[in-house]
């Protein structure tokens, strides 16, 4: 952003000023103009269009959709492959152990549910929306929040194009633009940069628990028609994590002889030699996995943090202004491992919000009673003691979780909170054990520069870095000796590197931007909390299709 008070800013205004093309960002569209068509009602969206930076497993549950949109299947929406089958395996190294899924809680069963490409989704959730006026605009990123004198959110700026990496116009330049609403909500997804600041000027998490994520990889492949089941789910935990480490698998077959296949990493794991990109390869090797993914061909790789916390993590969701929904506050159901229809729910939430705040005049602060009131919120109190049970190990965690699950259906008289943030709890280097991974294949496991290149992942040339350090010093000085910097290992895209610079007779911390597919995980986890991430030039990072 330059900061020059003279540049010229088009400005326009709005009812309400959505920011975000996903789930909940686009349901609150569609609800609010199904409320009020007469509401003027925007969306931004810093990928390149709709549904480029959306990333999820994903077996969808409709029960939002239904809601929203009750004549999807006549509108031809992409959800097709109904689940038919389920299995749930507990791994140890060479063989996985079969859960009966009549013994799993109601949450991990999925019947009913249909295997879906989420970025598809939200593809025709943007032609819904349009159709009834909303105005999206893909390819710009909202990097900077307005407020008002009062100190209530007016609305937002999206980011300068065309500048260089030190701040100065190019040829290219162009301004960005002012775009201000009565509302504005906030629906960037997990770990939202303009979502961040909310939370933290209005002290919107000052009686909630610290909030948790994860970083979930996924992978599509095509493989040999006798090893397709369409509208099979397979998930599993164990190996190849250590008993104290959550996570877990998903596989799942959707059309065309396509697997989903993927991984979900706490990102509260303790030894900083631990590589999330890693362990979710080496899974692939299992005999239980390899034997479906052999002789088949990996056509698409991404990541994404995913926010985990559940209930008690979750900010309150209004301030003077503006709402937050979806992933940007929270509102993922983490057994079910579910976070559209949820999403969805909170953008519907909001739209009603909206709609009696415009018209009948009320706060905001009645977005607390209709969510209180609602499914969503429900659903989200059964489930609030089955992450933080985590900390126990995998073993301990089950059994609880079945007992509350199953017997006291998630009504136990108590809730767990979560003790630490992600980045408070990597152990000393000097007092973890190094792992040693296997090296890459190239058929079952591969390199993070041949994944990176599945995701399309773009960014302008010489524009400024969009992974800000707080401290230039403090990579080499503190992380580097402290952790072994684990920037280099969590990071599943291979932005960050060390390297020693004979000249100067010292290391050196790397940033390739270029490789950044907006996953987050270096601004949740980096220990000191120095990685700040903000929204490079729009249009850039991943180019999802089908994920």
């Known amino acids: 952003m330059i900061e020059n ?22 349901a609150t569209a569609i609800e609010l103009k199904k409320l009020n068509p007469e509401t003027s009602v925007c969306i931004i969206e810093k990928g390149s269009e709709v549904g480029a930076h959306i990333l999820s497993g994903n077996v969808f549950e409709t029960k939002a959709l239904d809601e929203l949109i009750p004549d999807w299947k006549e509108k031809n929406a ?30 991990l069963q999925n019947h009913g549910n249909y295997i879906i490409s989420l970025a598809n989704l939200c593809r025709w959730l943007g032609e819904q929306a349009e159709a009834l006026e909303v105005e999206i605009f893909p390819g710009f990123a909202a990097s900077e929040i307005i407020y008002n004198e009062d100190g209530s959110v007016a ?31 906030f629906a960037e997804g997990c770990r939202g940069h303009l979502g961040k600041q909310l939370i933290k000027k209005f002290e919107l998490d000052k009686n909630s628990s610290p909030q948790q994520y994860g970083i979930g990889f996924k992978e599509i492949w095509e493989v040999d028609e006798t090893q397709h089941q369409e509208g099979k789910v397979l998930h599993s935990v164990g190996w190849p994590l250590d008993p104290k480490t959550y996570g877990g698998s998903f596989c799942y077959h959707a059309e065309n002889n396509q697997i989903y296949i993927g991984y979900v990493i706490g990102l509260d794991y303790q030894n900083p030699y631990l590589s999330p990109y890693d362990e979710f390869q080496q899974f692939k090797t299992h005999p239980k996995i390899s034997k479906i993914l052999k002789g088949g061909k990996r056509i698409s790789y991404g990541a994404r943090a995913l926010i985990e916390g ?47 705040h415009l018209y009948d005049k009320k706060e905001l ?22 992450k933080p049970s985590f900390r126990w190990g995998l073993i301990p965690a089950m059994i609880f979780t079945a007992i509350d699950q199953l017997i006291f259906k998630g009504k136990l008289p108590f809730t767990l909170n979560h003790l630490h943030a992600d980045h408070e709890t990597l152990k000393l280097a000097k007092d973890s054990k190094k792992i ?39 990579p080499i000085s503190y992380t580097l000796e402290k952790f072994d910097e684990p920037s280099i290992r969590y990071c ?11 000249e100067k007779d010292e290391s050196e911390f790397i940033i390739n931007s270029q490789n950044c597919i907006h996953c987050k995980t270096c601004d949740i986890k980096e220990p000191s909390q120095n990685i700040n991430w903000v929204t490079p030039e729009g249009g850039g990072g991943p180019n999802y299709a089908n994920m």
């Open 5 to 26: 008070q003279n540049i010229q800013r088009e400005e326009m205004s709005y009812d309400v000023v959505i920011i975000g093309a996903g789930p909940s960002g686009l």
């Open 78 to 107: 992409p959800i097709k492959t109904k689940v038919s089958m389920e299995e749930f395996l507990f791994l140890n190294k060479k063989n996985g152990m079969n859960i009966p899924t009549w013994l799993l809680p109601k949450s």
């Open 155 to 185: 609305g937002i700026q999206t980011g300068d194009m065309g500048v260089d990496k030190e701040g100065q116009p190019k040829d290219t330049f162009e301004p960005g633009i002012i775009l201000k609403g009565k509302v504005t909500v």
């Open 310 to 356: 559940g209930l008690q993590s979750l900010p309150q969701m209004h301030m003077p202004g503006a709402l937050l929904v979806g992933c940007d506050a929270g509102t993922l159901n983490m057994p079910k491992i579910k976070g559209s229809h949820t999403a969805m729910k909170s953008g519907i939430i909001a739209a009603e919000t909206i709609q009696q």
């Open 365 to 386: 602060s009645v977005f607390d009673t209709i969510f209180k009131n609602s499914w969503l919120y429900q659903e989200l109190y059964e489930a609030r003691n089955v």
């Open 436 to 474: 040693d991974y296997p090296k890459y294949d190239g058929q079952l496991t591969f390199d993070k520069a041949s994944s990176v290149y599945l995701t399309g992942t773009n960014h302008a040339e010489n524009q400024i870095i969009h992974l800000q350090l707080k401290d230039p010093k403090l």
């Open 492 to 502: 599943p895209a291979g932005v960050y590197d060390i390297q020693y610079n004979k």
